[in-house]
């Protein structure tokens, strides 16, 4: 049995995981202006070219998969971010914010009034227009590396714990999006495809419990058994990489107590015998205790921590601000303000992520603490979660994922895009400015 995180180690971790985040998501900002500024020059044409018409190819044999570059983006580069956003789920519900119910019901209903209201205010200005109520999804989503970049910016400003209950929220949000993605956001289901993909998941499972800690396993039968399944299948590829997630080992196979017991063996039996070889090289013995302490070290990790360490800086840095770059191209060239409010799609996400995310998320949390199902986290009042209620209703990313599921009509697509970056912005600066306004509060205490 493995021991419990220090306190310490914990804070450390979490606040890795914010700094990775809230850098990531300045360099969105950055690449956002860049695919806007792109799209709106005279080298719009040049965009439209690289993303859209280009063809990439991939096969063996006669089997050929044959996409634009902007698919194998959002449907191939997405997966490997849902591997990451499936490992952090797992990880927090085993060993984070989440895996304390008393702790998680908090951020657990404040997420769920934070897409139900959003949700709910779309559909009743949608409802009356079949072409437009695929939409509902597209204001429930938060874009984590946008929202903690920006109470990351605001430094000490606000508590940690408001970072802390941010996190855990936009993790819940994300289970949600990928609930909603797998059922509602699906075309045409081959369910031949499905019981293909189902089965392998099974086996991953099972390897994992008979102790298959090699990820190599995992990660070559997930492309083959689940992604490409799900790819064939109608439902979006990207679901596979959060249940290959699901699979991923999360135990060590030892302890840090026998850990360090094992260290200190093999270091004495490193610094006792004979000197080096001539030459400077080691002799037999001490390259036999080196091999030994780099197993020793693979036993003390946990697959799934590894691997959502290697994931996350190519992932945040590369995959998603490449997926901004290709999905983040608005044309406001043409009556730039037509379409963007009075549109009732573009109505239904604007008041969506401003209102609604603030109000579900507020409204949500302070009936279930009233009911006395849920306490208000140490260290944050009332005034700290209309905040982040604000700062939510920063969908971007993955609201901007949503949109190209949701719309095939490249027009209401547009509209919807110009939407959700109208309703990002608004919400960033309404919560920016609020939190500026109401400070950490005179009881609180904690490193921001």
């Known amino acids: 049995m493995t021991n419990t995180p220090s306190k310490k180690r914990i804070g450390w971790s979490l606040s890795g995981f914010i700094r990775t985040e809230s850098a990531s998501g300045l360099v969105l900002i950055a690449v956002t202006i860049l695919a806007l500024v792109w799209m709106n020059s005279d080298l719009d044409y040049l965009y439209k070219s690289i ?6 190819m991939f096969g063996i044999g006669n089997f050929v998969l044959s996409e634009s570059v902007y698919h194998w983006i ?27 119910l008393k702790k998680a019901l ?34 429930m989503a938060t874009d984590i590396a946008f929202s903690l970049g920006i109470l990351t910016l605001l430094g000490s400003r606000v ?46 499972m099972a390897l994992n419990r008979l102790g298959i800690r090699k990820l190599w396993v995992y990660l070559i039968i997930g492309f083959f058994g689940l992604w490409l399944p799900f790819y064939l299948s109608g439902v979006h590829a990207t679901i596979a990489g959060v249940l290959l997630a699901l699979t991923i080992p999360a135990n060590r196979k030892i302890n840090t107590v026998a850990f360090k017991t094992r260290i200190q063996t093999l270091m004495d039996q490193f610094s006792g015998g004979d000197e080096e070889s001539r030459g400077g090289m080691l002799n037999h013995v001490k390259m036999q205790v080196v091999s030994e302490l780099h197993e020793t070290c693979d036993q ?54 401003v209102v609604g995310k603030v109000v579900g998320i507020s409204l949500f949390s302070w009936l279930a603490v009233k009911a006395k199902v849920v306490a208000l986290p140490e260290g944050l ?11 939510a209703g920063v969908g971007f990313t993955m609201s901007l994922f949503i949109n190209e599921l949701a719309f095939e009509s490249s027009v209401i697509n547009e509209v919807a895009k110009k939407a959700i970056f109208v309703g990002s912005l608004i919400s960033a600066l309404v919560g920016t400015v609020w939190l500026l306004l109401v400070g950490r509060g005179k009881d609180e205490s904690g490193v921001g």
């Open 300 to 353: 003390v990790k946990s697959p799934l921590q590894w691997l959502e360490h290697q994931l996350k800086w190519p992932t945040m840095f590369l995959i998603v601000p490449l997926f901004a770059l290709a999905n983040a191209g608005a044309s406001f060239k043409t009556n730039p303000d037509s379409g963007v409010i009075l549109d009732p799609v573009a109505l239904g996400i604007i008041l969506g992520l």
């Open 74 to 100: 959002n449907d191939g580069l997405m997966a490997v971010f849902f591997l990451l956003v499936g490992l952090e789920i797992k990880r927090e519900l085993i060993a984070g914010e989440l895996s304390d």
């Open 381 to 391: 009042q009332w005034k700290h979660i209309i905040g982040v209620g604000f700062i």
């Open 51 to 56: 993303w859209k018409e280009t063809k990439v």
């Open 159 to 204: 508590p940690l714990a408001l970072k802390v209950f941010l996190t855990a929220l936009a993790i819940v949000d994300d289970m949600g999006a990928v609930l909603s993605i797998a059922l509602f956001y699906s075309n045409s289901i081959e369910m031949t495809w499905i019981i293909i993909a189902l089965a392998v998941f099974i086996f991953l």
């Open 106 to 139: 908090f951020p657990i209903v404040a997420a769920i009034g934070g897409m139900v209201v959003p949700a709910l205010i779309y559909f009743s200005i949608n409802h009356g227009h079949a072409d437009f109520r695929d939409g509902w999804a597209i204001p």
